[in-house]
């Protein structure tokens, strides 16, 4: 059996299972891959020659097809850099074929350009791996299976191919044959059954608290019902800004005067958390101060573990299992809500409150980690209420975001799509711009503070004799043209508020291309904190006036 044909059949029969989108990135071990995958009308191909941006583009792909994606590309380092994209989709439960071509197992270890152990490159965070070859086709029926069912996942299919790459016979009877190896997630050992629930001995109306972090709109979709009833019946819901939940929630941040009471009245009898990680560190921090046996973390698909450490318990199942067995009445901790108007100069928060109130209500969002998604859970009352958000919080730093939101806008082509991120994230990622085809339904809004803002913000860098902008900020001077003149992007560059406002007016909101916001960074700390404290202040009134 020949290369071409082994290639050959796993595309047909992905195609057979639903496959319609694969991520190429060029190169000639996977030649036959691309050669098979060219002659399938029914799969879009898209090209991006950096694979790290290939896979989060796939990523943004399929989280918006919600179906697997492929992604291709050739032996050595080129597999390696999917990692950071194979961890997020784990994470978020995102399923992606990640088929990397191989050379023939006897030039492993023997000095040869592009070879390596591929076999073993994502253990920990993929949902299973399957290593291919002439003699053992393995299983494409098996792989797609596995990508989707449960919570979906990324699945690495490793496919050694011998030369000739880009002849032989096409066609050859293959049988599957079983060559997969499954990792298990995580299991902490601490799932209990719901029936643990009356052993806590709650109040006939408990005070109950429930906090939804970072997570997918499956995810969301099957909790929204379930949270308005639970608001409904008298319990406090905190979402956070990833977590698509939080329209419905009650507050953006822990009030100060909620975290200072002691008294029993009120003090949570049980504290939900559901979904991953939520960016207000005393949510969490809230969490934990009480005793664990009244935190429990409900897992919706029973894969991921617990969450609070070292007591807490973990409940896995569906939502109506678990709403249902919550008692019928709660009593309301007395927390009121609050709203922001942020004042001050021209800053990175004024300049993001002005974008907010420009964005149209239909569109998709979807912010950076580091300050940008910070901003926008702190203004998150200035949002228009049908906004889609996205961010991948699930272990990504600033690495993926523009390449995911590529992928997300090429998936859903009638929609407007917009990207808030910082200049030192841009930069980081800006091969995203390489892809083909290119998105014409998405603009990019970037902030550029010279270098990472939130190391300014953060008092740790600070607090030492070091040259914090250089290691920390890693500050930096100049623009953005040269990128969109590299990538033929439309480019637009504002300085002040009036300018911001002239060019969301004009362009009647954000338009596709690049729009570079220049902020002081001085300005950009004061803003910040002030903002926060005029919050808290306001907050405390509203709290005491209710007392
Ligand atoms: C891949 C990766 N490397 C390093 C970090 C550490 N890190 C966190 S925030 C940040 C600076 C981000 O700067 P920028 O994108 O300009 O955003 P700003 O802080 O100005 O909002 C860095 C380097 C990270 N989150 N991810």
């Known amino acids: 059996m020949k290369s071409l044909a082994l290639a050959h059949w796993w595309i047909r029969e992905l195609r057979a299972c639903g496959l319609r989108e694969v991520v190429v990135s060029p190169g000639s071990r996977s030649a036959p891959l691309i050669l098979a995958l060219e002659s399938e009308p029914k799969i879009a191909l898209y090209v991006q020659p950096d694979e790290r941006s290939a896979a989060f583009l796939a990523l943004g792909l399929s989280r918006q097809a919600g179906r697997p994606v492929g992604l291709v590309c050739t032996s050595g380092s080129a597999g390696l850099n999917y990692a950071p994209a194979l961890a997020e989709a784990y994470q978020q439960g995102v399923s992606l074929l990640a088929i990397t071509a191989d050379r023939p197992l006897r030039f492993v270890g023997a000095y040869e350009g592009q070879t390596l152990w591929q076999e073993e490159f994502y253990a920990g965070f993929i949902k299973g791996r399957m290593a291919v070859c002439e003699s053992n086709p393995g299983n494409p029926k098996e792989a797609w299976a596995l990508s989707t069912q449960g919570m ?20 050859q009877p293959l049988e599957p044959t079983l060559s997969q190896a499954l990792f298990s997630r995580f299991d902490f050992g601490k799932t209990r059954p719901l029936d643990a629930l009356k052993t806590l001995d709650l109040p006939a109306r408990p005070k109950v608290v429930i906090l939804a972090g970072h997570m997918g709109p499956q995810q ?7 949270i308005l009833e639970f608001k409904k ?15 419905y929630s009650s507050q953006a941040q822990l009030p100060d005067w909620l975290w200072e009471q002691t008294e029993e009245k009120n003090r949570p009898q049980l504290l939900v958390s559901m979904g991953g990680s939520v960016i207000p560190r005393r949510w969490e921090a809230y969490f934990e101060r009480f005793p664990n046996q009244t935190t429990v973390h409900v897992d919706l698909f029973g894969e991921k573990g617990y969450r609070f450490r070292p007591d807490g318990w973990c409940w896995t199942g569906s939502p ?18 609050w709203n922001a108007e942020p004042g001050g100069g021209w800053s990175d928060v004024t300049a993001t409150a002005e974008l907010l109130r420009g964005l149209p209500g239909d569109s998709v969002f979807h912010l950076a980690n580091s300050m940008g998604v910070r901003y926008v859970h702190a203004l998150q009352d200035l949002l228009p209420k049908g906004i889609e958000l996205w961010c991948n919080r699930g272990v990504s730093g600033i690495d993926g975001t523009l390449s995911t939101a590529v992928g997300q806008a090429l998936a859903q082509p009638n929609k407007w799509h917009v990207v808030l991120m910082g200049d030192l994230a841009l930069n980081y990622d800006c091969n995203a711009m390489l892809s083909q085809p290119r998105p014409n339904n998405l603009g990019v809004v970037v902030l550029n503070n010279g270098g990472g803002q939130i190391f300014r ?42 300018e911001l406002r002239a060019f969301l007016h004009q362009s009647k909101g954000i338009v596709a291309g690049l729009l570079e916001i220049k902020t002081e960074a001085q300005a950009n700390t004061e803003a910040w904190a002030g903002l926060l404290s005029e919050r808290r202040a306001a907050w405390n009134q509203a709290a005491r006036g209710r007392d």
């Open 152 to 171: 979906p996942g990324p699945v690495h299919i490793n496919m050694r191919f011998e030369e000739p790459l880009y002849g032989g016979a096409l066609e």
């Open 220 to 226: 969301a979709q099957a909790l929204l019902p379930w």
């Open 233 to 247: 019946r008298g319990g406090l819901f905190w979402g956070d800004v990833s977590s698509q939940l939080w329209p």
């Open 320 to 337: 109506a299992g678990f709403f249902e067995s919550l008692p019928q009445e709660m009593e309301a901790l007395n927390c009121p809500a």
């Open 457 to 498: 913000n953060l008092p740790g860098p600070k607090s030492r004799s070091m040259d914090a902008e250089t290691y920390f900020v890693a500050a930096r001077e100049g623009d953005f043209e040269w990128l969109a003149r590299r990538n033929a992007w439309a480019y637009h560059c504002v300085q002040d508020l009036g």
